[in-house]
């Protein structure tokens, strides 16, 4: 086990210092995979279809007549909408994320590049990260696609979040231009073209600070001019290259008055708002290079030599020095239109180069949007919903002297819708207008002839969208009356169905009761819960009111106060005989119904939480009710029947109740287990739940991978994998994220689109066909902005690698697929193990050896030779008495069990207090066997050691011979005394070959060990005819007779004594068999 510790940071004490440089290609944390180790899942999610539009004024909306397309905001995203021949609507998105890396660099006004380029960037990250010793994977990554930036830099949520505010295509089509509002707001110059890539712009320009209002393209598509917010109070004004995008700043000048519309006028510009009407021209002869800056002069360096300052002039407004102009429209090369709140309609006529600035008609109701089609005719929008179209050439007629008071135009007003809801924003097509209203709304509308007089055919297209905030959606199983995949529901009332592709089925709205004199606390729609095939609906107020729609009448048929407050969550479950409806509210209380034939019944109020119930939900065969609270707590109630006047009634009761640390706001169940609970809290935990016993299974923190803060996960999915575990998707309203994690909490998913609060998501699936299991699934998510966003969940099975294709070296795969054909049949295999191979190693006589197991010798510790204190010599300590239950009746006891203990531990040095002591309790028992030879014998594997640990166990049998009264049979006594005897001759040949031991020492050592093998038989023979003595009188034999044979066994045996002697002493290490002395001992 390595001491490094794989993480290079923890090293060192900064990140600059390398302890071991090294030119290895392969990073130092690196942890390589195993290949049989299964991999993390893949997962695609990408943007599919946004429903709904944050377009709220006119430099949001913008229109491509050339290519029959027009460009919208809606939440962080551009969309581009072509129509087709068949006037169906196709979308694309266009975003960058924080650290998006643009190809081209651009200029900025404070010096230096205002966004390095994409090969800058990543060179700088990279020498960085090899200085600081930490250095990139070189392994693929999971999620490496959605990473922020090459250098994984936690990004905060002010820098994630930036809303598109204004949009503007370029009149040749090849670039769209979106600006943003937020933390450092960007203008990104994107190019329209199929092949290019919609999340990587061609340029980033990072020169406003607070806001973009407004970007438009100049005529020629030369120039491009962003307007910051009043706050940020700068117009800038970009050279662009028409080849590659690049942008460089050409001009620029303050602008802190408020703004509304900005719109060229051959090369000048003009900019409209309150009290407001300025001329700004880009070839003026009189320019010159700028020389202010807008920091200190230390730190501002030109970076453009062509760079000015941008001169402009206010028009003179006369009696409409107190308007507000709310657009403006170029229909000439020298003049313009300009529209008030109030519906002046204004000239500004630059012929001679004096921007005279008159009033020609009023249009009779509020302007809000203005538009010029290629047929010569002017659309004025109105802020009740009215449209009327005039003819340019009308307008422009010579009035000498101007007519006052100027005549209101005569022209019929198209209502578009019946709510009066405002037009916020007009652009022409080449045979359709597109207007975008107040409620969010788009409509694709027919254009006429010139010499029709209604000059608007009707709507063909519609993309209806929440004009509120969308406040929950849920999925709708298959199949249903609505033909529906999911439905969505706003605080206004509107419930709209939609299928998969973002296609309006149906709508329906929920009657709201308001309280009179209570305009500040108005009624909104809360929850709303449909049943299978949506045969009804059930929805709950804010005032606590319950109402069950009828589906196909879209009629109430049950409406009831329910709750003192507001309703938090509704369930349903259906069964084979009883459907119950329960629904929670912050009154603390669980209403419990049961539909009975076509009735509603009350069947139970819970009231067991001391706070805000926040959900209730029901387990799939409906026999669990749960719900929690903001009282920290979850109860889990069991529905019990019990028959009563023949009725059945029905209750649900407690069974057990799970005290979290937190409130939760959001729990579902799991995907494949019935009994598992998925529960996310305000402290930004998931957490994982056994409703069986209430016990914690698992738990993680929504976090990112690359060390960003938490975030609160206030809506959980869970989604089924067709492998592996389910993933867990959630929204956070934190940082207005849609995320996907693993069971474990490892993120694989990340996204954002959303501008304002996630209120919920949903998982939506749809077969592709009967036969088919694979299905398309699809995440939805609604915000409080209005938009509505579908995400395309592609998840890839992790790839495993196949251990037997990489075993099979051969790689031929055999093509027939008969098992009885022996080339189907695995092959024959015989792997010898270590231990077999050993035996092949060793001599005939180690062979019939008696074995002593495979353990592994223990390792002697070394001591440093660095100590200080030279170490003790450690004596064998005598061998203390047994017990009886570790006493073995074979000679295959080999090692002492104490002895173990002492090898383990490693030696103190000496103490001067017990020396005396420690020598005195050391006895030895016999001096001849414990001598010890100086050298190397103590040391570990040597023959000293060996001769040693031999010593100490024949002592070891010795005692327990003494101690022991079990028997020994004739083949154990046989074996021992050959291998006793195979041992001496051995003992003695290495004597004669190394001359270092006497003979006469050798002699005594077989001395000793034949005197006690004759004394242990002696016993034995002894102790065995003193049993078969006993055994015969018990018989009935006389005893007398038994005497006399004890007698004659006792002289056979002292007989028998010295032949065994003799033959144990023999020189030349013959054996003499014992049962030729010992009659009545079987002979084998």
Same mark, same amino acid.
């Given at each position: ?303 453009? *030599? ?43 006529? +630059? ?19 203005? *538009? ?44 578009? !819708? ?56 849920? *999925? ?167 028959? #009563? ?24 169940? +799991? ?207 005598? !061998? ?45 028992? +016999? ?20 001769? #040693? ?16 009264? +079990? ?29 270092? !031991? ?12 034949? #005197? ?73």
């Amino acid at each position: 086990m390595s001491l490094t510790p794989s993480n290079s940071r923890m090293m060192s004490p900064a990140w600059g210092l390398k302890l071991t440089p090294s030119n290895s290609p392969f990073t130092k944390n690196t942890p390589l995979r195993s290949p049989v180790k299964p991999s993390r899942q893949e997962l695609n999610l990408s943007l599919r279809q946004v429903i709904g539009t944050t377009t709220s004024s006119a430099n949001a909306f913008d229109s491509l007549p050339s290519g029959r397309s027009f460009a919208f905001t809606a939440g962080a995203a551009a969309v581009i909408a072509t129509v087709d021949d068949n006037q169906q609507v196709s979308q694309r998105f266009y975003r960058a994320r924080p650290a998006a890396n643009p190809l081209n660099p651009s200029s900025s006004i404070y010096g230096g590049p205002a966004t390095p380029t994409n090969n800058e960037i990543r060179s700088r990250t990279a020498a960085s990260l090899r200085e600081a010793g930490i250095g990139a994977s070189t392994l693929a990554t999971p999620g490496a696609e959605w990473a922020d930036s090459p250098s994984s830099k936690a990004w905060t949520a002010r820098e994630r979040i930036k809303a598109a505010t204004c949009v503007s295509f370029s009149p040749d089509g090849k670039y769209l231009a979106v600006g943003e509002t937020g933390y450092k707001p960007r203008v990104l110059l994107f190019s329209t073209s199929m092949e290019a890539p919609s999340d990587t712009p061609l340029t980033c320009i990072s020169d406003h600070t607070f806001g973009v209002r407004c970007v438009s393209f100049s005529p020629d598509s030369q120039y491009l001019a962003s307007l910051g917010s009043a706050n940020d109070g700068f117009l800038y004004v970009w050279s662009i290259n028409s080849r590659t995008g690049s942008a460089t700043l050409f001009a620029s000048n303050k602008c802190t008055s408020n703004i509304n519309k900005i719109a060229w006028l051959g090369t000048s510009l003009i900019t409209v708002g309150t009290r407001h009407v300025k001329l700004w021209r880009t070839e003026d002869p009189n320019l010159t290079p700028s020389t202010k800056s807008r920091q200190s002069d230390a730190i501002f360096i030109l970076t453009s *030599a062509t760079h000015r300052t941008l001169p402009g002039r206010n028009c003179v407004l006369g009696s409409l020095l107190e308007a507000t102009f709310t657009s403006v429209v170029a229909v000439a090369p020298n003049k313009a239109i300009v529209c008030s709140d109030k519906g002046d309609i204004c000239l500004i006529d +630059d012929s001679d180069g004096t921007q005279r600035f008159s009033k020609i008609a009023d249009a009779g109701f509020g302007v809000t949007a203005m *538009a010029v089609d290629s047929k010569g005719r002017i659309h004025l929008a109105g802020s009740r919903g009215g449209l009327k179209t005039l003819n340019i050439n009308d307008i422009l007629a010579v009035h000498t002297p101007p007519p006052s008071p100027p005549p209101r135009v005569q022209s019929p007003v198209v209502t578009l !819708m019946n709510d009066s809801a405002q037009v916020e924003a007009v652009a022409p097509l080449i045979d359709y207008l597109v207007t975008v209203d107040s409620r969010h709304s788009i409509r694709l509308s027919t254009l006429s002839s010139p010499d029709d007089g209604t000059s608007l055919g009707s709507v063909v297209q519609k993309l209806p969208a929440h004009g509120e905030p969308v406040l929950g959606v849920n *999925a709708l199983s298959f199949p249903n009356s609505f033909d529906a995949s999911f439905f969505t529901w706003s605080a206004g009332g509107s419930v709209l169905f939609w299928s998969q592709d973002g296609v309006c089925k149906d709508s329906l709205e929920i009657p709201l009761e308001q309280i009179e004199g209570n305009e500040d606390d108005l009624n909104e729609l809360r929850r709303v819960c449909a049943s299978s095939e949506i045969k009804y609906l059930v929805t709950g107020d804010k005032y606590g009111v319950i109402r069950v729609i009828d589906g196909r009448t879209k009629t109430s048929t049950f409406d009831l106060k329910a709750h003192a407050g507001e309703v938090t969550d509704i369930s349903i479950y259906e069964g084979k005989t009883h459907t119950y409806v329960a629904c929670a509210g912050r009154d603390r209380t669980v209403q419990v119904f049961m539909k009975k034939d076509d009735t509603w019944d009350l069947l139970q109020t819970l009231d067991e939480h001391v706070g805000a119930v926040t959900g209730v939900l029901f387990s799939r065969n409906g026999s669990r009710l749960l719900s929690c609270s903001s009282d920290r707590t979850v109860v889990i109630r069991e529905l019990v029947s019990r028959e #009563e006047d023949g009725d059945l009634m029905s209750a649900f009761l407690i069974l057990r109740t799970i005290t979290l640390k937190a409130t939760p706001l959001s729990m579902i169940l +799991d995907a494949d287990q019935d009994d598992v609970l998925l529960v996310s809290t305000i402290d930004r935990q998931v957490h994982k739940y056994d409703l069986r016993n209430g016990h914690s299974l698992s738990s993680f923190r929504a976090s990112d991978t690359e060390g960003g803060d938490a975030v609160v996960v206030s809506s959980l999915v869970h989604i089924p994998t067709p492998r592996g575990s389910p993933l867990i998707a959630g929204v956070s309203s934190t940082d207005k994220s849609i995320r996907i994690y693993e069971e474990n909490g490892t993120l694989i998913g990340r996204d954002w689109g959303h501008t304002e609060g996630v209120t919920d998501i949903a998982l939506v699936s749809s077969k592709t066909s009967e036969d088919d299991d694979a299905d398309q699934r699809s995440l939805v998510t609604v915000a409080v902005d209005g938009t509505i966003f579908i995400w395309s969940l592609d998840l890839k099975a992790p790839h495993r690698h196949d251990l037997s294709k990489s075993l099979d070296l051969m790689g031929a795969s055999t093509p027939t697929t008969n098992k009885d054909l022996l080339v189907a049949k695995p092959p024959l295999r015989r792997v010898f193990s270590q231990s077999e191979l050993a035996r092949f190693q060793r001599s005939p006589e180690e062979e019939v050896t008696t074995p002593t197991g495979n353990r592994s010798p223990r390792l002697r510790k070394k001591l440093s030779k660095f100590s200080l204190a030279q170490a003790p010599r450690l004596d064998p300590s005598p !061998m203390p008495s047994l017990s009886r239950d570790f006493q073995t009746s074979g000679p295959s006891f080999a090692q002492p069990l104490s002895r173990k203990t002492f090898r383990n531990r490693s030696p103190s040095p000496p103490s001067p207090r017990n020396a005396q002591l420690s020598k005195s309790r050391r006895p030895s028992l +016999d001096a001849r066997s414990r001598t010890k030879s100086g050298g190397n014998v103590n040391e570990f594997g040597s023959l000293g050691a060996s001769t #040693e640990q031999v010593s100490r166990t024949l002592r070891a049998y010795r005692k327990r011979l003494a101690n022991s009264s +079990d028997s020994l049979t004739s083949e154990s006594v046989r074996e021992l005394e050959r291998e006793l005897a195979i041992t001496a001759r051995a003992v003695g040949e290495r004597a004669v070959k190394s001359k270092g !031991m006497d003979e006469t020492v050798m002699v005594k050592l077989l001395d000793q060990y034949s #005197e006690r093998l004759v004394q242990m038989l002696d016993e034995k023979i002894a102790a065995s005819v003193a049993q078969q003595v006993r055994h015969n009188s018990e018989g009935g034999v006389s005893g007398q007779s038994g005497a006399g044979g004890a007698g004659a066994s006792s002289e056979e045996g002292e007989e028998s004594a010295p032949n065994a002697t003799a033959g144990a002493s023999a020189t030349d290490g013959s054996t003499t068999d014992a049962s030729a002395a010992a009659p009545g001992v079987e002979e084998t």
